[in-house]
């Protein structure tokens, strides 16, 4: 590796076309700046990072050493440090640009948890059915789902400041941008070809894959761009972009898979990768540069080696999961840059 890609200090500015979108201007500090998201278990305590929105808001979720799962949900700013809302929800699978955080509540009753919305302090239920909120866009629209039967996936539907809204059979959402555009995956009644989707109205759209049989969206932005992982021939997984006007783009990989969880609206991609020790890599991925561990924008001797990244602001402030000191712990590492 050039020694001068790990001069503190160094911005490097690069301008490229994004992947089936416009030119569009990344800067990314390198070294960027790491930040420890703490734990609600004590110092010796486990955490993850899972959403981050352009205020620097942190959703994740903590445990305490040596166990599994991550059962209580935090929400951090670099102002106020963490705030336990495990009273309020107790999984959560998305933030929006309000703050308004969405998931599951188990209540009173094991294995049957409700969909909720998290609007500053007060928890909303989301319709009268067991399951669970999947994402939240800026305008507050919700798409939920119920819990999964033996077969296959239960129904979805969309939940608009109280008027709910059923998605068409076999239709399982994992997320929404503000034109009320809905990915994710269209089921049959064994999950032997779980197609990815983008459903627009009324239109149900198959994502491709590389030669193989499955895609999984994990994100779709403002405009329409979508990212998640697919299927190749040789039945190994690679991240996947997919441009607003459905060509797809294969993200490559470090080592064997790969697989996209986000992306920003300057084209930034976050992501896991393999290595080849059979450990795994967070990666960052835009066109000017392809896909890099996120490790190389890491200070020297700092100590992380950064597994998973799991969402990426427009400022590229990145979370996911590292380990440090032999512990796994939520981080939040800073590429905006001066």
């Not at 608009?160 to 269209?186: C, K």
């Not at 896991?272 to 200070?299: K, Q």
Request: hydrophobic share 35%; net charge negative; with cysteine.
């Amino acid at each position: 590796m050039n020694a001068l890609w790990w001069l503190a200090g160094l911005v490097v500015v690069l301008l490229a076309a994004g992947c089936g979108g416009s030119p569009a201007s990344v800067t990314f500090a390198q070294p960027g700046v790491i930040t420890d998201l703490g734990s609600l278990d004590g110092v010796d305590g486990q955490s993850v990072g899972r959403f981050v929105n352009n205020s620097g808001e942190v959703i994740g979720s903590s445990a305490p050493p040596l166990t599994s799962p991550y059962t209580r949900p935090f929400r951090w700013t670099l102002e106020g440090g963490l705030e336990d809302i495990s009273d309020a929800i107790t999984f959560p699978y998305g933030l929006s640009e309000t703050g308004d955080v969405v998931g599951e509540h188990e209540g009173l009753v094991p294995y049957e948890p409700f969909p909720v919305l998290l609007r500053g302090r007060e928890p909303i239920r989301l319709g009268d059915r067991f399951g669970f909120a999947r994402a939240v866009n800026d305008l507050g629209q919700v798409v939920c789902c119920e819990p999964i039967p033996a077969k296959s996936r239960g129904r979805c539907w969309t939940w608009d400041d109280g008027t709910i809204e059923m998605l068409p059979d076999s239709v399982h959402a994992t997320a929404i941008n503000n034109r009320g555009e809905i990915v994710g995956v269209l089921e049959d009644d064994w999950r032997t070809d779980d197609r990815g989707i983008r459903l627009e109205g009324d239109a149900i759209r198959r994502i491709p894959t590389f030669g193989g049989n499955q895609s999984y969206p994990a994100d779709i932005d403002e405009e329409g761009r979508v990212v998640g992982g697919a299927d190749r021939a040789d039945e190994t997984v690679h991240a996947f972009h997919q441009g607003a006007d459905g060509s797809m783009h294969d993200l490559g990989t470090l080592y064997a898979y790969s697989e996209a969880r986000a992306l920003n609206e300057r084209g930034v991609v976050v992501g896991t990768t393999d290595r080849a020790d059979g450990g795994y890599h967070a990666f960052v991925f835009h066109a000017s540069i392809g896909m890099r561990a996120l490790d190389d924008f890491l200070p020297p001797d700092s100590g992380w080696q950064l597994v998973e990244a799991n969402d990426v602001n427009d400022s590229n402030q990145i979370v996911g999961l590292g380990v440090r000191g032999g512990s796994w712990r939520g981080f939040m590492l800073d590429l905006s840059g001066p």
